[in-house]
Every structure is written in C-alpha cells, then in structure tokens.
C-alpha cells in the first residue's frame, strides 16, 4: 500500500513535469492523479499479458505516466473552465 502511495506521486510528479505551462494543483490532487493514471497503467499492461494491475513494470509506468498527463491536463482544463464561469 505504502509503495502504491509511492508511486502514485512519483508518476503524478512526472506528469507534472511532462505537462506545458504551470499547473496549480495540489500535492493531494497530484498523488489522486497520478494513483489514478497507476491504475488505468497496470490495468492496460495487465491486458497486454505483461504482468498484474498492481505489479510495477516498464509498460505499465510507461502507460501510467502518459494516462497521468492526459489526467493532469483534464483537470487543469476542467478548472480553467470552472474559473472563466465563476468570474463572470
């Protein structure tokens, strides 16, 4: 459990960084996202026949992380969105 935590910020850490422009997200809102983005990972390499959803392997970082950045990048669409309506 305490590795999956681990994970789930080092590759919403990644996300982050992959990610154009400055995100305003929180250390809690990176660790849901990149836990997320593990899941739909482990979940696409379990799939593929490559191991486990929860299992750590390289295509199921790889899928993680890019899942993480599409998850950052809704998120931080999706509260821009939510800005412009509220300060209008």
Known sequence: MIG??????VIG???????P???KLGLLATLL?????SVIGGTIASILG????????????IV????SVLLVGTAESLAARNKKTVTR
């Open 33 to 37: 996202l990149g836990l997320a983005g």
């Open 50 to 61: 490559t191991g486990g959803i929860f299992e750590l392997n390289v295509l199921g970082f």
């Open 21 to 23: 422009g400055k995100q």
């Open 64 to 67: 993680a992380v890019i899942s």
């Open 13 to 19: 850490a990644l996300a982050r960084l992959f990610t």
């Open 4 to 9: 999956f935590i681990i994970a789930g910020l």
